[in-house]
T-cell receptor
């Protein structure tokens, strides 16, 4: 079993749609959780850190369920510019090591 | 967040040669890391670059193949030695910053390596 698993995608949605990405992690000792966004041929950029109580940043909402070892990202009112690969990332707690999921590709169409 | 630069941005190298990638940060950081992203794959941690001591390598990566230097708190190098086509990848450095008590990592623009 992979340490971090994500929906395989790709997700093809129209502009204005709401889309949700799910992610599970296997190490119950994981301490920090993140969503990164990676555009084609670019480096990953931190989108959101995920806090225990869940957090919202504009159109983006991230939630964490430690009991189920599950993380989610909700994007409302999708824009064309949201098209990218979204990476679920978990800090294993071992000296800052990040474990990356395989990523979910999102394509927002006009 | 810190501004991170990498050199070179890309290179095409012949098998058997070595390439050294540089990572420069505009502020002092304690933690620096080197990752690899193979074509169509996600990122994998190669090693943690420790200032003043040997790097800490992840399983599957060894110092002879990926020697790392960290002479100060703003700079690190990763060398890919005796390259083969399987080393064709994007190599990224990252730095850690503490934001509201949370340890967050930020990535450099990456070095795209092709080995022929």
């Amino acid at each position: 079993r992979k340490e971090v698993e994500q929906d395989p995608g790709p997700f093809n949605v129209p502009e204005g749609a709401t889309v949700a990405f799910n992610c599970t992690y296997s190490n119950s000792a994981s301490q920090s959780f993140f969503w990164y966004r990676q555009d084609c041929r670019k480096e990953p950029k931190l989108l959101m850190s995920v806090y225990s109580s869940g957090n919202e940043d504009g159109r983006f909402t991230a939630q964490l369920n430690r009991a189920s070892q599950y993380i989610s990202l909700l994007i409302r009112d999708s824009k064309l510019s949201d098209s990218a690969t979204y990476l679920c990332v978990v800090n294993s707690g071992q000296g800052g090591k990040l474990i990356f999921g395989q990523g979910t590709e999102l394509s927002v169409k006009p | 967040s810190a501004v991170i630069s990498q050199k070179p941005s890309r290179d095409i190298c012949q098998r058997g040669t070595s390439l050294t990638i540089q990572c420069q940060v505009d502020s002092q950081v304690t933690m620096m890391f080197w990752y690899r992203q193979q074509p169509g794959q996600s990122l994998t941690l190669i090693a943690t670059a420790n200032q003043g001591s040997e790097a800490t390598y992840e399983s599957g990566f060894v110092i002879d193949k990926f020697p790392i230097s960290r002479p100060n708190l703003t700079f690190s190098t990763l060398t890919v030695s005796n390259m083969s086509p399987e080393d064709s990848s994007i190599y990224l450095c990252s730095v850690e910053d503490r934001v509201q008590g949370l340890r967050e990592q930020y990535f450099g623009p990456g070095t795209r390596l092709t080995v022929t």
